[in-house]
T-cell receptor
């Protein structure tokens, strides 16, 4: 069965420091992987996606993620956190051939302190 | 990028009434739309897949008679929560897939907060 594990339910950082949000996936074949951000009472915004091209994916707002097949990981990083980055982040996987079925991680709430 | 809207953004209703939520793709035609439900501080759970011109496909455990889905046009899908009860209170989010684009990418609406008193 396909699954996504976000290793931290909450992450707290100071403004200007690096951000690391961890995601591990379980998939039999080459999956498509996404990171979405959700601000309070808002829908989801796509940050970046991996679809079997370059393993290092750059997204919006300075975020990037690296697909590591050997580690089955797709961690999200940002060199310097901004106050506006405070939100809920979801790692999402679509198994190979599974066009409809988005599998969501449980989410990581990122807090950014002054 | 593709834009998906939802209406209303918030709705409060009395127990026993029905509520309709609209999901529209504003700048593209979406043959397939998806409805998700999100409880507070939890992740999104797929409820059903809405296909234009045909019946929706519901996920296991989702009552199709309670959550009526209609996808009458290529830009509009509606979710009707029938005889709503307080336990139906939740955040409902729709998404749509844009034909011709990456078949894996979905564009999400801003969500509808339903509160049943």
């Amino acid at each position: 069965a396909q699954s996504v594990t976000q290793l931290d339910s909450h992450v707290s950082v100071s403004e200007g420091t690096p951000v690391l949000l961890r995601c591990n996936y379980s998939s039999s074949y080459s999956p498509s992987l996404f990171w979405y951000v959700q601000h309070p009472n808002k829908g989801l915004q796509l940050l970046l996606k991996y679809t079997s091209a370059a393993t290092l994916v750059k997204g919006i707002n300075g975020f990037e993620a690296e697909f590591k097949k050997s580690e089955t990981s797709f961690h999200l990083t940002k060199p310097s956190a901004h106050m506006s980055d405070a939100a809920e982040y979801f790692c999402v996987v679509i198994p190979s051939g599974g066009y409809n079925k988005l599998i969501f991680g449980a989410g990581t709430r990122l807090a950014v302190h002054p | 990028g593709a834009v998906v809207s939802q209406h209303p953004s918030r709705v409060i209703c009395k127990s026993g009434t029905s509520v309709k939520i609209e999901c529209r793709s504003l700048d593209f035609q979406a043959t397939t739309m998806f409805w998700y439900r999100q409880f507070p501080k939890q992740s999104l759970m797929l409820m059903a897949t809405s296909n234009e011109g045909s019946k929706a496909t519901y996920e296991q455990g989702v009552e199709k008679d309670k959550f009526l889905i209609n996808h009458a046009s290529l830009t509009l899908s509606t979710l009707t929560v029938t005889s709503a009860h307080p336990e139906d209170s939740s955040f409902y989010i729709c998404s749509a897939r844009e034909p011709g684009a990456s078949r894996n990418e979905q564009f999400f609406g801003p969500g509808t907060r339903l509160t049943v008193l």
